[in-house]
Structure formats: C-alpha cells, structure tokens
C-alpha cells in the first residue's frame, strides 16, 4: 500500500512539473509572438532622433512643396502609400522614390482593416507591394494600417508578407486643417527621444514644416531616417 501510494504521488510530482513546463513554454511562446507582431510606435530613446512618416491617399497637389523642403533640409521621409493612389500617380511614386524617400505601404483601398479577414489583409498588401514593385523596383518592406487600425489578424497579415507594422508616436492630425501653429504645437510639445511624427500632405503641414523644424533642431532633435531609427 505504501509503495502504491509513493508511486501516486510521485505520477503526480510529474504531471505538475509537465504541466508547469508546457504552461512556461505557451507563456515564452506568447511573449516571442508579441514581439515579433508588436506595431512599433516608436524608434530609439537612447538618441534624441525623430523620423517623418507622410501617409498619402491623396493630397497629391501638395506634395511638390513638401518634397522641396524636404530635398532643401536633407530630409528622408517614409511615405506610406495606397496602392489605389499609387496606380493613379505613377509619376509622383517615382518622385518620392527617385528623391531618397522610403514607401511604405498603406494598403491598395484604405479599407478599415479590422473589418476584413486574414485573406482580405493579405491582398490589400500584397496588391500594393506589387503596384508599387511595378513603378519602383522595390518592395515594400513596412507598413501603415488605414486609420492606425489594428487587431491579431491584421498584425498576423502583415508578418505573413513580410512587413512591419508601424504606427506613430506624434500625430499632426493635419488632415483635420488646423491652423499650421496648432499643428507646431501638437509637434513640439508631444516630441520625445524617438518618436516617429505622422502627417499627411496638405497646405497646412507644409506651412507648419519650417517651425517644426526649426523648433526640433532648437530642442536638440535630428530628423533621420525611419529605417534608421527603428534599426535598433
């Protein structure tokens, strides 16, 4: 009986440490995953940089005296781009491209995202990848979901195409047409070590451009690259 009962007790010693080991496993296994599907809102806060991100829809008859300042300041923006828009303005693709800039992808038709399944994810994606890929000869490599949506499957679509997810830090919120110093502000009193500021191309961000420039670089911000913010 003893004997019986030491075994009982041992089978179950090694059900609970089994049990244990396989919940540590599933936990490390959720970490790993969120690490990889995580959005990144921000770059590195070791170094006082920001990035410019210019999300485009339209806009397009702006984007002449955004791109001038930028190529006047040394600027290298990420513009994330719809593929619809991109097949209507081929030329301007090749501008932003030929300028230095980053595209990014904003998905092809600006859908809310969350609404939509993995498959319908994956070709929103993928069809602007290859829109893009067409005028370009480069692939997409991060991406910008419509209206700063998302949820598991849209972080999952994005992996399975091989992008990163990114979103902001600092939103300009120019495509509501504050006054250009409301926009300054919004800049200048939310930056932080780091940050990734979001706009899009209107008349009012292109007034605010020179103030917020001058302002970061008088609070000891540089403007890099997003690709090289968010390297580390």
Request: aromatic share 12%; glycine share 6%.
């Amino acid at each position: 009986m003893f004997i019986f009962y030491r075994k009982k007790q041992l089978l179950l010693f090694f059900i609970v440490v089994i049990a244990l080991f396989a919940f540590t496993c599933s936990i490390d296994r959720y970490v790993a995953y969120q690490q990889v599907f995580k959005p990144i809102y921000q770059g590195n806060n070791a170094k006082k940089w920001v990035a410019f991100t210019v999300n485009v829809d339209w806009g397009e008859e702006y984007l002449d005296e955004m791109l001038n300042f930028f190529a006047k300041n040394k600027i290298k923006a990420t513009f994330f781009i719809t593929g619809r828009w991109a097949e209507a303005n081929p030329g301007y693709v090749r501008k932003i491209a030929n300028g230095g800039h980053e595209i990014g992808n904003h998905g092809y038709s600006h859908p809310h995202v969350n609404n939509l399944t993995l498959s319908e994810n994956i070709e929103e994606i993928n069809k602007t990848s290859d829109i893009i890929f067409k005028i370009t000869k480069n692939r997409t490599r991060l991406y910008a979901p419509p209206f700063g949506e998302f949820n598991d499957t849209v972080l999952k679509a994005a992996h399975q195409t091989n992008h990163k997810t990114v979103l902001w830090t600092v939103d300009t919120v120019d495509w509501q047409k504050p006054e250009p110093d409301v926009i300054t502000s919004r800049v200048l009193d939310n930056v932080q070590n780091g940050a990734i500021i979001l706009m899009h191309p209107t008349s009012q961000i292109n007034q605010a451009l020179p103030d917020i420039l001058r302002g970061l670089s008088e609070q000891g911000y540089q403007v890099v690259s997003l690709e090289k913010l968010i390297a580390d």
